[in-house]
Every structure is written in C-alpha cells, then in structure tokens.
C-alpha cells in the first residue's frame, strides 16, 4: 500500500511559478511509474506529466517547456515545478504512483491561475 500527500498549491498569477509536492509513504519501493494529472471544472482529469523508474519523463503538449516532473531517488517525494502558468493550467491536480499491479492518488491540491 502506498499513501500520496500533494502540497505546495495556491494562487498565483499569469506568468508565475508554483512548485508542487507529494509525498509518498508505505510501500515506495513497488512504484514503477509516478505522474502528475490534472481536473478542470467539468473537464476530464488529464495527464501532465509522467516519470518512470528508469528516468524517462512524458509531457502533456500543453505544459512541454513549462512544468517539469522530478523526484528523489528513492520516490519519496516527487515534484512538478509549474513556470509561466497560464489562466486555462488552473485545475484540482493530483500526484500518482502505480506499481505493476496497483495504482494509488493523492487526495488533489488546487491551483489557481488569475489573469
């Protein structure tokens, strides 16, 4: 079993910078893959970005050259440093680990982008 805990959400204006948090807990060592999604108001949740244990990351289009996913080396903590935000990044996001069999969220943190 693995427990998320996101922090570091909050209100920001156009064109700054929000880092976000999660910290995982319980098994780390059975997580393969960890990704960050996001949910709009009457949107469907989407990926943002995707790290893998071998290092390799994925970015949604939309986000590629702004936001960048990392996390320690031993995944207890992972990270998405979010720059250049814009009004429409403003969204519920949510941290996530999968292992080969399961998959565990985080409870979300709000972000709010002003224009």
């Known amino acids: 079993q693995v427990q998320l805990v996101e922090s570091g959400g909050g209100l920001v204006q156009a064109g700054g910078s929000l880092r976000l948090s999660c910290t995982a807990s319980?098994?780390?060592?059975?997580?393969?893959?960890t990704g960050w999604y996001r949910q709009a108001p009457g949107k469907q949740r989407e990926l943002v970005a995707s790290m893998d244990s071998g290092g390799f990351t994925n970015y949604a289009d939309s986000v590629k050259g702004r936001f960048t996913i990392s996390s320690t080396n031993a995944n207890n903590i992972m990270f998405l440093q979010m720059n250049s935000l814009k009004p429409e990044d403003t969204a519920v996001y949510y941290c996530?680990?999968?292992?080969?069999?399961?998959?565990?969220w985080g409870q979300g943190t709000q972000v709010t982008v002003s224009s």
């Open positions: 996530n680990a999968a292992s080969l069999s399961r998959t565990w």
């Open positions: 319980g098994s780390t060592f059975s997580i393969k893959v």
